[in-house]
């Protein structure tokens, strides 16, 4: 059951009914302005960090599920109703929510009223713009009451949940003109305000929240839009909102617009006062003037669009599979931009108050967006190495306004090191850009400890080879990929975190996932020791890598599979001899990819095994048999009931890697089969069964052990998007860039006959023709109608235009 569609044409996602089984969101702003908001207008705003700088309230874990937003309540002679359904739920005669690049519309028609909606984040300010367009399509004139409202959050999102004895008394408020501005704080230590103005006298206003609502009564039945009369309230502490009451005549057949504006200002301390008491609003007035009109919103939306058709065109493809290019062209690179923005910080799974940036996370999302914001990817990996350890070692998690690295999480999830080799090497891949190797980064963030990135990432290499256990594998630390994997943990304290706490001291615990990773890592880590002119690291990688790849056949495979992990006892995880969790994913994907196994068969007997015991029609589950009871051994992943998240959850970001895997063997058909039962577009036919948005991934979906096998949870900020797009774009249709050429070794399933790819890479745009004859045949490409010898294009002078035809 689907509850919208796609329009391909103006990539968006069209929502038909309000009642979808989840909030299905989207997210506004590109730059330092964000906000997230879902098909009924549910959601909240903040300026760079969701944290601290919050200008609207959300209330997680609400009921009715998503209350609030920016809500408009239209009072149509005595009736009372929302354009966006929620929060009063009256019918409607028709809804339509498009989410679209940037931009959200909700239209709802009541009795011949039509009110549409249009939010935006416009490039280059740090405001939510709501058009608010009203028709009348009834023979009769009609007169319209328009009643808006936000609630400010008092700015940091934690504390305004939890210090309601200061809180409640903050809050101050002024208005002037037509505006509400939110100036709690501003009398002592910060220089900025929020604002909410509209382009209209108002006819009243209010700015209390109980003066709005009325004893007892929640956002589906505030008193003030159903009395139609505002109270011109002045909040003086509670709760500070912010609404507009606006009366509207319209003849029929007339149409009229009114510009909100949701901003955030700044003011320099020694400009912060216009008089005495009374905030400076000339930055506020600068940005309402600029949106007095509704053409400026016109203009401001085909800005957005110019701006992500300008980014999304680095890649498109068209092929006979629609569902395949509107994840390639638009909502697979769109979510690996939005991951690239947030991190892990706001969604609806995310509070935005939790945790900063993730190394590894980071990382990995990078691969995501490199080719779409090359220089921010670079900047990005220099941010990330400041945070490293001298030792090579990585905090977990940095904060993304200090960008320091966070004491309160630490460092000691052995894996991180080594996700900067990857990154750094997708973007010099991607760009040829060496210079970023010779760019002087501190340890820590200290300005006394520096280094080249080169050195940064020589240190990343060593620090596994300087932490080998027993059987020469990676020691795992606190946990490898796998947070939830604490093999050194043995937590039994309730509630405590299974990442922070102390774990015990030992030197067994060793991880055959992140044996594969380094294998994997070698390959990029040599191409940058000899983009860096270092000869002796270019061999000392090769040799350590295949090194490790013999320890990982000796001592890492299980007979038909490759092994998870031996635990803190020196025992087996992921091995036949377990009762459960006897086969894992991680290491199967890792290690195929890496290469490990593909000369002597290994490869594909761990893939066979992927398929005969993790492969079902929601998706490969994360490991067989799940864990149904705790193991303080093994740790947070036997926390989850099972099927539930790293207990045999389909764990979306790991599934890619078989992907990849698959078609290092060559077998298109499995590759894209695993790659399609987990790509939203895909997923969409069954909606009612995934609920979380059809256009976007999810971290987990529930696997076959769970009651609610086949539900997506946590969609949006998950480097599932990213490894995804890695795995149809470079490995599907197998176009990456490496270091001498960009490889066009497509492996693509039977139906794909015919696919068109625009690839723009260092400069140059590449017309690749694609014609799948299913020969199984090894593939032919021509480059401007020569023949090649291999799949690798020579890089092409920027300007030019190659065009490439591949026969597979
Ligand atoms: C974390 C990742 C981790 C994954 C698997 C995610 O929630 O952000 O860093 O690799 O879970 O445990």
Not at 492 to 502: L, W
Not at 547 to 566: I, T
């Amino acid at each position: 059951m689907r509850f919208g569609h796609f329009d391909d044409a103006a990539r968006e996602y069209v929502i038909s009914t309000p009642e979808t089984p989840h909030p299905w969101i989207n997210y506004l702003g590109a730059e330092e302005f964000f906000g997230l908001i879902s098909h009924t207008g549910g959601g909240y705003c903040f300026h760079r960090d969701a944290r601290l700088r919050r200008l609207t309230r959300y209330r997680y874990n609400g009921l009715p599920t998503d209350g609030g937003g920016r809500c408009f309540y239209l009072n149509d002679g005595g009736e009372v109703w929302c354009p966006t359904w929620a929060p009063v739920r009256a019918p409607l005669d028709r809804y339509e929510c498009r989410h679209g690049l940037g931009y959200t519309m909700i239209a709802g028609e009541r009795d011949g009223l039509t009110a549409e909606i249009l939010y935006l984040v416009p490039l280059g300010t740090n405001a939510e713009v709501h058009r608010l367009r009203l028709r009348n399509r009834s023979g009769r004139r009609r007169e319209v009451q328009v009643f808006s409202l936000i609630e400010f959050c008092l700015w940091d999102a934690l504390d305004d949940q939890t210090n309601y004895q200061r809180n409640l008394s903050l809050g101050e408020v002024e208005v002037a003109g037509s505006t509400v501005y939110h100036v709690t704080e501003y009398r002592e230590r910060r220089n900025h305000y929020a604002f909410y103005g509209v382009n209209a006298p108002p006819a009243g206003y209010d700015t209390d929240r109980d003066a709005f609502f009325g004893p007892g009564r929640g956002w589906d039945h505030p008193e003030v839009p159903f009395a139609g009369a505002a109270r011109n309230s002045r909040a003086s502490g509670w709760a500070p909102i912010a609404s507009h009451q606006v009366e509207v005549s319209l003849a029929p057949g007339q149409e009229t617009d009114l510009v909100f504006v949701l901003g955030y200002a700044e003011n320099p301390p020694e400009e912060k006062w216009e008089a005495p008491g009374v905030a400076n609003k000339a930055p506020a007035r600068a940005l309402l003037a600029r949106f007095a009109d509704s053409a400026a919103v016109d203009e401001a939306r085909a800005g957005l669009k110019a701006y992500w058709e300008g980014l999304l065109g680095t890649c498109r493809m068209r092929s006979n599979d629609p569902r395949v290019d509107r994840m390639v062209n638009t909502w697979n690179p769109y979510q690996c931009m939005v991951t690239f923005n947030l991190s892990r910080s706001a969604s609806y799974f995310e509070s935005g108050i939790g945790r900063g940036m993730g190394f590894r996370d980071s990382c990995q999302d990078l691969l995501g967006f490199v080719h779409l914001v090359p220089k921010r990817a670079r900047e990005r990996i220099l941010d990330i190495a400041a945070t490293q350890f001298p030792d090579g070692s990585a905090y977990h998690q940095y904060q993304p306004l200090t960008k320091r690295g966070n004491h309160d999480v630490g460092s000691g999830f052995n894996d991180d090191p080594l996700w900067l080799i990857t990154a750094a090497g997708a973007y010099v891949r991607e760009t040829g850009d060496h210079s970023i190797l010779e760019e002087t980064v501190p340890f820590d963030n200290d300005p006394n400890d520096t280094a080249t990135l080169f050195e940064h990432l020589r240190r990343s290499f060593h620090f596994t080879l300087e932490n080998l256990g027993p059987h020469g594998l990676p020691l795992i630390g606190r946990a490898d990929w796998n947070d939830c994997l604490n093999l050194n943990c043995f937590s039994t304290t309730p509630g405590e975190s299974f990442q922070t706490t102390q774990n015990r001291a030992g030197r067994t615990a060793e991880s055959v996932f992140i044996a594969g990773l380094f294998v994997h890592a070698a390959a990029d880590y040599t191409g940058l020791a000899r983009a860096a002119g270092k000869p002796e690291e270019v061999e000392l990688g090769a040799s350590a890598a295949a090194r490790m790849a013999a320890a990982v056949a000796d001592h890492g495979w299980d007979g038909e599979w490759f092994l998870r992990a031996y635990d803190y006892f020196g025992d087996k995880v992921g091995s036949r001899e377990c009762a459960q969790g006897q086969v894992f994913i991680e290491p199967q994907g890792m290690c195929v990819m890496a290469g490990i196994g593909l000369a002597d068969g290994r490869a594909a007997r761990a893939l066979d095994t992927v398929r005969a015991r993790l492969d079902t029609p929601h998706g490969l589950v994360l490991h067989q048999p799940a864990y149904t009871r705790y193991h303080p051994e093994l740790g947070e992943i036997t926390s989850y009931p099972p099927g539930y998240k790293e207990n045999a959850g389909v764990f979306c970001h790991t599934n890619p890697w078989v992907v990849i895997a698959e078609t290092r063997l060559g077998r298109g058909e499995r590759a894209f089969e695993y790659w399609s039962k987990i790509a939203p577009a895909f997923r969409e036919e069954f909606s009612e069964v995934h609920r979380l948005e059809p256009y976007v991934y999810a971290q987990m979906i529930a696997g076959r052990d769970a009651p609610r096998y086949g539900e997506a949870k946590n969609s949006w900020l998950t480097g599932s998007a990213a490894w995804n797009l890695v795995a149809i774009n470079q490995h599907i249709l197998g176009i990456r860039p490496e270091w001498e050429g960009l490889r066009v070794a497509p492996c693509l399933p039977a139906h794909l006959a015919e696919v068109e790819v625009e690839r723009r890479c260092r400069g140059a745009a590449y017309r690749i023709d694609i014609v799948n004859c299913g020969t199984g045949a090894a593939p032919q490409v021509t480059v401007d109608g020569h023949l090649l010898e291999g799949t690798l294009v020579p890089y092409a002078a920027p300007g030019a235009v190659v065009a490439v035809r591949v026969e597979v």
